[in-house]
């Protein structure tokens, strides 16, 4: 009758204990890694958009106002996608690029931009309060005064947005300043803490 | 070891088994798996679309809510309503504040008209026999008929609608009367008033609407009466007769005696309840009548019944002035007629208003009329303007089957309905918060039914139907501020008009357009026989608390 176990039956026998703990956590672990990817998330990730609009050309370069386009951003819960007759009515009306723009206002048909920055249906984010107090744009939005095509700057995840309200403190500006794209935090910020939650 | 002869039940049995499902164990793994793979392929988030305007309208802004005031009907009567609009699309409806038929609340009727804007089986184009067609299809059709109507001063035709309160709509009809004036106007709401209208003929020797004053009212009896529980003025009742409830001292807290066939919210919120057959009710009327000085016989009611009325009655006496007797819908003419001389004794808190419903006839009356009038031969061209007598009408008038025969028939509902099964045209029929209209409420008060969406389809209103009966095509709105501009010459005639008008579309109510008050005539005791204890079943035929005559069977929120 041979030996049931073999000599690296103690080696099995030894990886096996090893597993059981670390094969679980490091599922989850991978787990975890792939739903904070930007695979999941959509950060950094650039969609597809029926006319390339630059919003580092419009605001970096032409210093155009958030609000000029997104009016609804201190009154309402979302900050609004101008209708086509805002667009370029006046400047560059032939672009080729515009093409869209121009088929748009001839045939009264929207404009369908794809979403970039998703939240999901169960969150009721309102624009006008964040502005208010104190919360930037660009808190959320990033840099877009250098994004030539947008995309989503952060990413939007639970924990992410817990963060903030755990401590807001240091993404809170001025009233004066929410939308200032090129604004960087003084030093003085964190003395400013109790003006800025006031 | 199994037996060697096969059974042939057993063998039946296996294979009625495989033919139902031929999945072995393998198949049915492998399935499980492909379901799972496929289930983890699935896990993306679809693309999102962000659409904007073309051209940014007015007003609109994306996210921010609008209120507008507008009307809903109940049975033909207004009820004033704030519908919150998003982005172009009503979503919420609420009480109207200025309103005397709302005063800030709703009911489920209400709130469930903005499903029933949205009802996928609403009906979407005009329809004759099996064929959906056009209206400029239908105003072709129309137009022969028409001629012939004209030609002999409207001697056949007829029109058919619910309870009318309309000013616009009454106007319009008018019009169509002057122009044909032979044409008859049938009106038939399944939910009627003709016991009350006719027991205020038998009291009184005209029709009057009573109104009580239940904030006023300290012993109210019911005779099966409920105006707490659901119609047309409920809503201002309920708050009124709570209130009264709610007045601090006992002495001042509004107490109630119920007498019902059957339960109501009134009577679960009696103080004192009896349980007493429908024909009985009258008795209990009668003992109060006679308790009150009344030369009436004696009314035989069960011991406990005998001990409810008298107690009421003394109640009722002890409070002249405060104390109200109210007999139900469903009580016969004769105990509307003897409430009415209870509340003359008793000098209740009552209004009386002239009835507003331009016709006499009582409901019932009317659409055995129209039935026997189509069996005569007599009718050859019916329009019905949304109502729905294949269904709500009485059975034995067998009205389909007459309306079938008549030779030109137009039906105008929001359903493709029982009713439309019938006629020869089907028109789709614009929801009430698409529309411009005008309708009063109980007691009178007029208030603006204005649009808070264009017409999801290719419906009309009955405003739209009677113009082009009358061959203009001026659009509802026109129609309705005509009326009121005319009504502004002659009852308001200061300010401006736009103004005027604008006020009253904000606020949601004409003001003072509450039909004025008047003081009744002394009422007569009738001759109301006493019932006898009957034994068997009767049947009470009652709306329903949800879905009302019927007409909101499809609307989910009231199911």
Known sequence: ?198 | MPSMTPNPDARIRDRRRSAKLDVDRRAALKMFAAGAALAVTSCGRPAEEVVPYVEMPGRVAPGILLRFATTLPLGGYGRGVIVTSLEGRPIKIDGNPRHPASLGATDVFAEAELLSLYDPDRSKAPRTGTLIASWSAFEAALRPHLEREQARAGARFALLTGRVTSPTLVRQIRDLQRALPRARWYRYEPVDDDSARAGSMLAFGRPLTSIPRFGDVRVALMLDADPIGFGPEQIRFSRDLISARRSRTSHDLLRIYAAEPSWTLTGAAADHHISLHHRLIRNVALVVARELGAAVADAPLPPDAEKFARAAAADLKARKGEAIALAGRRQPAEVHALTHWINSQLQSPIGFIAPFDPIDMPHAQSLAGLASDIRLGEIETLIILGANPAYDGPGDLALGDAIRTVPFTVHLGSHDDETAAYTSWYLPLSHPLESWSDLRAFDGTASIVQPLIRPLYDTRTAHDVLALLGGAATSSRDLVRETWSSYWRDDVGRGEYEAWWRASLEDGVVANSASAAIEPPTANLPQVMPANASEGLTVILAPDPVVWDGSRANNAWLQ
């Not at chain 1, 155009?64 to 086509?84: K, L, W």
């Not at chain 1, 001025?174 to 960087?184: E, G, I, L, N």
């Open chain 1, 1 to 198: 009758m041979p030996q049931i176990f073999r000599p690296y039956a103690d080696t099995v026998a030894r990886a096996a204990l090893v597993a059981i703990p670390t094969v679980p956590l490091l599922g989850i672990g991978i787990a975890y890694w792939f739903a904070t990817s930007n695979h999941i998330t959509g950060q950094s990730i650039v969609v597809d958009q029926p006319i390339p609009f630059s919003h580092q050309h419009h605001i970096g370069g032409l210093g155009i106002d958030c609000r000029y386009c997104h009016a609804g951003v201190e009154v309402s819960a979302t900050g609004g996608i101008p209708p086509t007759h805002t667009c370029h009515s006046q400047l560059y009306t032939n672009a080729q690029m515009l093409a869209p723009l121009r088929t748009s206002l001839a045939e009264q048909r929207p404009i369908h931009w794809s979403k970039v920055n998703r939240l999901p249906d169960y969150v009721y984010f309102d624009h006008s309060i964040h502005i208010a107090k104190g919360v930037s744009c660009t808190t959320c939005h990033g840099p877009v005064d250098r994004m030539p095509l947008m995309q989503q700057a952060v990413p939007l995840t639970m924990e992410w947005c817990l963060d903030c309200y755990r401590d807001p403190a240091p993404n809170l500006r001025p009233a004066s300043q929410v939308f200032d794209a090129a604004w960087k935090a003084p030093a003085d910020q964190a003395a400013q803490r109790h003006a800025l939650l006031a």
